[in-house]
């Protein structure tokens, strides 16, 4: 079963709006929360992670806001650009963990 | 570029036969995962090893191994395969055992095609 449930599946975003992605993990002991970009025959490369510690990150145009009573975190892509046009997955791991648990990932695809 | 080569890119074969994917990691990497990505499952995690030793599994079938060798190479190995194990291959590589630690870098993936 998924450890982390990610929404929405795909999304379709004009040029200049703001794509939004929502993560919902239950496992407490997780506390690493990165954000992985794939583009069409790539593999996943890391975007930007987050621990508990801190609410918010942001880099440049993309943003994590963690929600640690709700068990939620999301990607704020502002200012969307075709060149953002991939599959984003988020994941989670512990300090008991060996491996990275992903999300179902989410098609993002930006109109000019 | 990762740093993290996988071969081969692309393969078919036929039910009931077996394959082996192959995974050199990052210069330096210790750790090699890999995880199996298919339309409607997202990435999923098979199996870790750290320095030639396994350290987690995951939804590994059995008829699936892997191991990692002296040189930290890795190779995964399919065998009886059916139609369902059709999917990407991804093989990763990190520095650290630990997956909260850092970052995976990801190969471009193996895609498997059974026929």
């Known amino acids: 079963q998924q450890q982390v449930k990610q929404s929405p599946q795909s999304l379709i975003v004009q040029k200049g709006g703001i794509s939004i992605i929502n993560c919902a993990y239950e496992?407490?002991?997780?506390?690493?929360f990165p954000w992985y970009q794939q583009f069409p025959g790539k593999g996943p490369a890391l975007l930007i992670a987050?621990?508990?510690?801190?609410s918010e990150k942001k880099e440049g145009r993309f943003t994590i806001s963690f929600n640690k009573s709700a068990k939620q975190f999301s990607l704020h892509i502002m200012d969307s650009q075709p060149g953002d046009s991939a599959t984003y997955f988020c994941?989670?791991?512990?300090?008991?963990?060996?491996?990275?648990?992903f999300g179902a990932g989410t098609t993002v695809t930006v109109r000019a | 570029d990762s740093g993290v080569t996988q071969t081969p890119k692309h393969l078919i074969t036929a039910t009931g036969q077996r394959v082996t994917l192959r995974c050199s990691p990052r210069?330096?990497?210790?750790?090699v995962y890999w995880y199996q990505q298919s339309l409607d499952q997202g990435l999923q995690f098979l199996i870790q090893?750290?320095?030639?030793?396994?350290?987690a599994k995951g939804n590994i079938l059995e008829r699936f191994s892997a191991q990692q060798f002296p040189d930290l190479h890795s190779e995964l190995n399919l065998s009886s395969l059916e139609l369902g194990d059709s999917a990407l291959y991804f093989c990763?590589?990190?520095?650290?055992?630990?997956?909260?630690?850092?970052?995976?870098?990801f190969g471009e993936g193996s895609r498997l095609t059974v026929l």
């Open positions: 987050i621990r508990p510690d801190v």
């Open positions: 090893y750290y320095n030639g030793e396994e350290r």
């Open positions: 994941a989670a791991s512990s300090s008991n963990d060996y491996k990275l648990s």
């Open positions: 990763a590589s990190s520095a650290s055992s630990w997956g909260n630690t850092g970052e995976l870098f």
């Open positions: 210069s330096g990497d210790l750790s």
């Open positions: 496992n407490t002991a997780f506390d690493y």
